[in-house]
Structure formats: structure tokens, C-alpha cells
């Protein structure tokens, strides 16, 4: 169970960490708005937990 609000989701979405990025992506309150900024993060792992958070993930992917 998540206890951040997505006004903070929002915030930690841009945090300059990946770890932090990874997280909020696979976060299943994390806004699409984010998940749309993190799906374009450099981070190799960032892009592909947005896109299990989005539901748009390719067959066999699945939230950690």
C-alpha cells in the first residue's frame, strides 16, 4: 500500500535519483500525467515500470 498523496508522487517523478524515478513508476497511485513523463526518462528501468503502471506494458510484464 502506497501512503504518498499524488501531489507528492508528482514531485518525486522528477526526482534527480533513478531508484526514486523506478519507485513512483511502478507505484500503482502514481498519476498517468507522471507516468507519461517517466515512459521519456533516460533511466532504463524508469520507461519500462511506467509502462506496467500504465497497463501498456508487453505481454509477461508485470509490477515487481
Excluded: Q
Amino acid at each position: 500500500k502506497s501512503y504518498l498523496n499524488v501531489e507528492s508522487l508528482e514531485i518525486l517523478a522528477k526526482d534527480e535519483e533513478d531508484y526514486v524515478r523506478e519507485h513512483v513508476a511502478a507505484n500503482p497511485n502514481t498519476p498517468v500525467a507522471s507516468l507519461k513523463v517517466l515512459a521519456e526518462d533516460e533511466d532504463d528501468d524508469a520507461p519500462r515500470m511506467a509502462a506496467i503502471g500504465s497497463g501498456t506494458a508487453p505481454a509477461g510484464c508485470s509490477r515487481p
